[in-house]
Nanobody
Framework: QVQLVESGGGLVQPGGSLRLSCAAS????????MGWYRQAPGKQRELVAAITSGGSTNYADSVKGRFTISRDNAKNTVYLQMNSLKPEDTAVYYCNLDQWRHGARLSFWGQGTQVTVSS
């Protein structure tokens, strides 16, 4: 099992910045992908950004140039630096870790952290 604990959410004004952190613990394989998803009220959960254990990244078009994902493999921690925040970034942000065992994908989720962008 893998446990994910998120931190760093909160209320910020439009144009502001926040940094989310997610620490993973438990049975973590050396090869995995960690990422951030978000879900706004009445909408489906969507990928925000992901990063592999090798450092390859993937971003949603809506956050490219504003958000940066990074990770510290020694600490099993992933970060999401969010700049130039917009009201439409308001959502619950969930940390995710995917790893594979015998060809099967194992997916783990954090409890979520609220990000509210409002003046």
């Amino acid at each position: 099992q893998v446990q994910l604990v998120e931190s760093g959410g909160g209320l910020v004004q439009p144009g502001g910045s926040l940094r989310l952190s997610c620490a993973a613990s438990g049975s973590i394989f050396s090869i995995n992908t960690m990422g951030w998803y978000r879900q706004a009220p009445g909408k489906q959960r969507e990928l925000v950004a992901a990063i592999t254990s090798g450092g390859s990244t993937n971003y949603a078009d809506s956050v490219k140039g504003r958000f940066t994902i990074s990770r510290d493999n020694a600490k099993n921690t992933v970060y999401l630096q969010m700049n130039s925040l917009k009201p439409e970034d308001t959502a619950v942000y969930y940390c995710n870790l995917d790893q594979w065992r015998h060809g099967a994908r194992l997916s783990f989720w954090g409890q979520g952290t609220q990000v509210t962008v409002s003046s």
